[in-house]
């Protein structure tokens, strides 16, 4: 999924694989510790000259990613970065949990970093952790006793959450995030066209919209064809909203998510 998005990324930016600079990818659900995501990508899309890592920050890993690679750009270190966020979030899902096993799917999303000319681009960033309630949503290992004396005991790593404390984090997380990255950009929240929220719930997102005094249309929503796909979600949530037009040139959008750590991040963008 990492190598598809990144690929896609890179044809619609006119970049060539060999003159990637830097890789970054967003992720909690690699397929191995190491190596990582980011070097397998890397070596599929024959990424030669390119520094690659991943970046671990749940369902905020893509604005976290995004961030990072913003300040090498800027800084003058790489002309460039591809950034992608990929989740096989699944792979941690408790199927005897109806619980929380129906919210979360699988995807990527990725885009290009490029200098830009102006106020536009990436204006302004926020980055938050909270990790003293870490324990609000977490990956456990459930332990199970041996069948018989022959059969080791195993253990099935797994996402267990406190859903209704961390309804009220997030919605305050994500509504201070978004005005706290407008007032950086020296905007006022009237003057934003469109929010990509993390797509975790609706009931969050709505209550998100009302503590901000958003109107929801201004709002992109598309949780109910994917489900949770922790760092994917605003990724693929991005992507869609511009070719559905949501997004056009010269708008103000604000990227806002938070995730377990418990972690939050915002950009406002100016397309």
């Not at 520094?51 to 990613?65: M, Q």
């Not at 090498?72 to 699944?90: D, M, R, W």
């Not at 010269?250 to 972690?263: C, E, H, I, M």
């Amino acid at each position: 999924m990492a190598i598809r998005a990144g690929r896609e990324a890179l044809q619609n930016a006119h970049l060539d694989p060999e003159k990637v600079e830097l890789i970054i990818v967003a992720t909690i659900s690699p397929d191995s510790s190491f190596p990582s995501v980011a070097c397998l990508v890397q070596k599929a899309i024959h990424a030669t000259t390119a520094a690659a890592f991943d970046v671990s920050a749940a369902c905020s890993g893509f604005l976290y990613a995004l961030t990072t690679a913003k300040q090498f750009v800027q800084n003058g270190v790489y002309k460039n970065a591809l950034v992608i966020a990929s989740e096989k979030i699944t792979t941690y899902v408790n199927w005897n949990d109806r619980g929380t096993c129906v919210l979360f799917g699988d995807g990527a999303g990725a885009c290009v970093l490029k200098p830009v000319a102006g106020k536009r681009g990436i204006l302004s960033d926020y980055l938050h952790a909270q990790g003293h309630f870490g324990d609000l949503m977490m990956v456990v290992a459930e332990e199970r006793e041996p069948l018989d004396q022959q059969t080791k005991m195993i253990t099935l790593p797994h996402i267990a959450m406190q859903g209704q404390e961390l309804f009220k984090v997030a919605v305050n997380s994500m509504a201070a995030a978004v005005e706290i990255a407008v007032k950086k950009a020296e905007l006022n929240l009237e003057d934003i066209d469109c929010v990509v929220p993390h797509q975790a719930n609706d009931r969050i997102i709505s209550a998100v919209a009302r503590k901000l005094q958003l109107p929801k249309e201004k709002i992109f929503i598309n949780i109910d064809k994917y489900g949770n796909m922790s760092a994917a979600s605003i990724a693929v949530a991005l992507y869609e909203a511009v070719k559905k037009k949501r997004i056009k040139r010269g708008d103000y959008v604000v990227l806002v998510t938070f995730g377990a750590g418990l972690v939050s991040a915002a950009n406002v963008v100016r397309w």
